[in-house]
């Protein structure tokens, strides 16, 4: 060991360690131990022999970065970004990672929380043939809104790990390149003294838009109001500040698996919940034809705004404002129902709507997840009901960071 002496019971902060580094965990993260101690190490691979500093200390693990890599694993190249580093911003986890072990590393996440949360055996996932398919274009470039901080300085950047110390950069590489053209970085001269946080939007209609935040209100600084995006055969229009899939190619992968694995037939009844701005509605009314129903549950007044407006040419798509919880509760929603779409938030749906769409009698649902962890906990909600995960893709619509996109076919029985 070198660095700051142990304390009683396992690593302190700050101290560097040698480490070997074993399997892949949620998070960005590989798994190594110390004495028995649980280090949960960022920019390592698996198989590595690093030096690792100490970052945070827990009941139970300590967190820490890879300083130095002392054995590289096969799989490491030099992140293309001079601020993926340690100490620097936390925004990519994997750059240190050629991209088809990206694809590796974020299934084996998907299939260990399956196995662990979900409640799957090994032979449950290997018939699943858990993998993740890459989207079309490069790993870099791809963003089409970003998000940044701004330090007490005015100057605008990206969050360091679990921190919300802003790290100023001059250029964010995973960033459409629309955006890495703005001014709006203080290396082109810009700083913004009244704003907490700016926002640039570069959509798939050709908008640029950038939008500042200050006291809790959203003004659009250049670009227009409302930005076009083209996804599921339709122009879409909404706020600059409003939710949209953040890669250009996700919203079509999502609307084709999840077409594809529910199969909507003319004259059905669909449930869109968490439906945002409406798009899996749009998909599921073009297949139930003028014979079906759709039903849209949305709680964001801006995502129920943008349903409105954009599916107003569709008559049997009903958009209902309120938390799929309660809509559920209360009966604002009633079976039966023949597909359900299931977009949650990263804290997943959750035992009580699981329950209560099962108890509607749907003959499929599409779960479209963003995070392995809670998809896993509901899918082991839905098995406990005498449901099965009967298939399971999984995309990259987040290259470079530990995120993967989920959509998962439930079936009854």
């Known amino acids: ?89 936390g925004g990519c986890d994997l750059q240190h990672v050629a991209p088809p072990a990206q694809l590796d590393w974020k299934a084996k996440v998907v299939r260990e929380q399956l196995v662990r949360l979900g409640g799957l055996d090994e032979t449950e996932c290997d018939a699943l043939g858990v993998r993740v398919e890459p989207l079309p274009g490069g790993p870099l470039g791809w963003r089409s809104r970003v998000r940044y901080a701004v330090d007490a300085a005015g100057r605008a950047g990206l969050l360091k790990h679990r921190s919300h110390e802003v790290v100023p950069v001059d250029r964010c590489l995973i960033a459409h390149p629309a955006i890495q053209d703005l001014p709006v970085l203080t290396s082109a001269g810009v700083t913004w003294p009244d704003a907490e946080a700016v926002e640039a939007v570069a959509s798939t209609g050709g908008d640029v838009a950038v939008t500042a935040v200050a006291a809790g209100r959203t003004e659009v600084v250049s670009g227009p109001d409302q930005v076009r995006e083209r996804a599921a055969g339709r122009d879409w229009s909404l706020p600059a500040s409003s939710f949209w899939q953040v890669h250009p190619a996700a919203a079509d992968t999502l609307v084709a698996a999840v077409l594809e694995l529910t199969d909507p037939q003319p004259g059905e009844i669909a449930w869109d919940l968490y439906g945002g701005a409406g798009l899996f509605a749009a998909a599921l009314a073009g297949r139930v034809g003028a014979g079906g129903r759709i039903t849209l549950v949305e709680a964001a007044a801006d995502g129920v705004a943008a349903a409105r407006e954009n599916l107003r040419d569709l008559p049997v798509v009903e958009v209902v404002a309120a938390r799929v919880e309660t809509a559920l509760t209360r009966r604002r929603i009633t079976g039966p129902v023949d597909v359900v779409v299931l977009d949650p938030p990263r804290s997943g749906a959750g035992a009580r709507v699981v329950r209560d769409v099962v108890a509607a009698g749907p003959r499929a649902v599409a779960y479209v997840a963003c995070d392995p962890a809670a998809f896993a906990r509901d899918v082991r909600v839905f098995t406990g009901l005498g449901w099965r995960l009967a298939e399971l893709r999984g995309y990259d619509l987040f290259p470079m960071t530990q995120h993967v996109e989920l959509v998962g076919l439930l079936l009854p029985g």
Do not use: I, K
């Open 1 to 89: 060991m070198t660095g700051g002496a142990a304390v009683s019971g396992g690593l302190e902060e700050a101290q560097r360690v040698e480490l070997t580094v074993a399997a892949v965990a949620p998070g960005g993260h590989c798994v190594a131990r110390v004495d028995g101690q649980v280090v949960f190490v960022r920019h390592a691979l698996p198989g590595e022999r690093v030096l690792a500093e100490v970052t945070e200390v827990h009941r139970g693990f300590v967190r820490a970065d890879a300083v130095s890599v002392l054995e590289a694993a096969p799989d490491r190249v030099t992140p293309p970004c001079p601020y993926a580093r340690p100490g620097r911003c």
